[in-house]
């Protein structure tokens, strides 16, 4: 059984109230719970929130009623791992025993189904602890992302011997794209973070790992829903 999660915390600094505000036609949590509940791959869904509003509503599409989310959750810092672990503990007590969480961030609305269904082929071909959503780096520390020393001069942040001269030839790194994660739940309940497993990048599109922080990426989001709906190429 896979479970679909959705995190969308009441409160936001950048964009006041954005994960139940409307964007195209609908609320920015809707445009990642639909993913959920309209793909055949998930079994259940949940919703963790501290906002009865956005709540009752995923209920009432057809969420799991697990219950707010608890209180010392819903702070600003708050991890999403123990976010995740609770959700978790909270969908199995209602559903069973799931052989995969999917966790779909409902500030990366831009996301395709195609996306959500590459994530769990990649877990179930791979098996590792956790697939993570991830886009090419725009800038590489080994060819053009510099540090100064101590001298207040600058260098490549990763040099290699010899030096790299051209983009292609360095090393691939990739920018954590908070948007599409698939977690083997053994891994979920045992870990403590993110990182202590075998987790793999699943490789999207950087136009569909947009993340929704401030006002500025509000209208960048919002302008490219609008090209997509509209039939734009």
Partial sequence: MIIGHIGARRGSKGVPGKNFRML???????????????SPRIDAVVVSTDSPEMYDHAVAKGA???????????????PKWGVWQHSL????????????????????????MEDLDGAIDLFQTKA??????????????????VEADETG????????????????????????????YVLRPSYLRDASSIYEGRVIPFVMPPERCMDVDDPLDWKIVQFLMKDRLNGAT
């Fill in 64 to 78: 799991l009623d697990i219950g707010m989310r608890p209180a010392h959750l819903a702070t600003d810092d708050a």
């Fill in 24 to 38: 195209c036609g609908k609320p920015l949590i809707d445009w990642s719970l639909d993913q959920l509940l309209e």
């Fill in 128 to 145: 590792p602890d956790m697939v993570m959503s991830c886009c090419h780096a725009r800038k590489n520390p080994y060819f053009n992302m």
């Fill in 153 to 180: 001069a600058l260098h490549v942040s990763k040099p290699l011997p010899g030096g790299v001269w051209a983009r292609q030839n360095a090393p691939a790194v990739y920018e954590h794209a908070a948007s599409t």
């Fill in 89 to 112: 503990a909270a969908a199995e007590a209602l559903a069973g025993t799931a052989s995969a969480f999917v966790d779909l961030d409902c500030t990366s609305p831009l996301r395709l």
